[in-house]
């Protein structure tokens, strides 16, 4: 298991001057943005895949820091009910895949999507209740109309290539939390697995700890994103955690990111740690920043810092005690 960033909040700087720093950091992996919401600052999907000697150098860049790619990212919405914008969504999503396989990285990491609530819908539809009626009846389109089918053709592309999909379980999309991941990943096949993130968990009132050993025991974790939330219960006591709240305004916000420990104490970071490695988990711990208290590179070097005293260097040896 080893430290990795999601290095978009380096997108400021040439990839080979944030892979330096990143190298200097102690970090081990670098998840690497190729489009959607995260954008391409560091690697230009379109033109690595029309170039073998372009990748070729960035492979160089990162090998030769003794870094590895744990995975690229392209989070968007190939679901969306406009049907431009889940095309773009979709290419974007399918050159990743075609990106990786190339560069000899396993994973991408991305969202589910959201639909609509009809056939007819123009924005996305977050349901989170079954009633009244026709809320349940928009959640059954979406899955068996929209979500299935997609998914069931995007996993077999995956595969084809052999590379996974690491599903971020995310809030306004249709895959927020555990048992909806494994649903999909069980009307799909086992290249559709989870991105690990426990921060949007953790203000659902998930226990982490348990959703890691419900997902790992299935073999379901393909990354895992470090991001740590907070909730402020002065705020939830009064509006909940359904909060719409701007992230701008971070005094009056029910829950914020937080860097790595800054919500969550080291001794619940290191129990995370153990139980991804009970399970079968030795990839990348990939540091995702967005802590609105506190600037990129202090969040990154905060979260590395209490990371290094709780991941494990060396695997264990025989049980002599035992």
């Not at 999601?6 to 950091?25: F, K, M, N, R, S």
């Not at 160089?60 to 049907?83: G, K, Q, W």
Request: charged share 30%; no cysteine; net charge negative.
């Amino acid at each position: 298991m080893d430290i990795g960033v999601l290095t978009v909040p380096l997108g400021d700087q040439p990839l080979e001057e944030a892979l330096d720093y990143l190298a200097d950091l102690g970090v081990g992996a670098v998840e690497i943005g190729t489009g959607g919401f995260v954008g391409d600052d560091h690697a230009d999907r379109a033109a690595l895949l029309d170039d073998a000697d372009a990748r070729a150098d960035v492979r160089e860049a990162v090998e030769s820091r003794d870094l590895r790619i744990s995975a690229l990212a392209t989070h968007n919405n190939p679901l969306h009910p406009d049907e431009e914008r889940a095309a773009r969504a979709d290419t974007e999503l399918r050159e990743a895949i075609e990106l990786a396989a190339e560069l000899d990285v396993d994973t991408v990491t991305t969202f589910s999507g959201l639909p609509g609530g009809s056939p007819d819908a123009s924005v996305p539809n977050w349901i989170t209740a079954p009633w009244p009626p026709e809320h349940a009846d928009a959640l059954d389109y979406q899955w068996e109309e929209v979500a299935i089918p997609y998914w069931r053709d995007l996993a077999e592309y995956a595969d084809e290539r052999g590379v996974n999909v690491a599903l971020e379980m995310h809030p306004n999309m249709l895959v927020y939390e555990p048992e909806s991941l494994l649903a999909l990943r069980e009307a799909t096949n086992e290249r559709i697995g989870a991105n690990f993130d426990p921060s949007h968990l953790y203000w659902q009132g998930i226990d982490v700890v348990e959703a890691i050993r419900f997902l790992g025991e299935r073999d379901a974790i393909h990354h895992f994103h470090a991001k740590d939330t907070k909730v402020y219960e002065a705020n939830a006591r009064t509006k909940g955690v359904l909060d719409t709240t701007s992230y701008a305004d971070v005094a009056d916000r029910s829950w914020l990111f937080r860097s790595i420990g800054y919500g969550h104490g080291e001794e619940h970071w290191k129990d995370v740690v153990s139980t991804l490695r009970m399970v079968g988990y030795e990839g990348a711990l990939s540091i995702e920043h967005e802590d609105a208290l506190t600037s990129g590179r202090e969040g990154l070097e905060k979260a590395v810092d209490v990371l290094q005293r709780a991941v494990f260097e060396t695997q264990p040896g025989e049980a002599y005690w035992a």
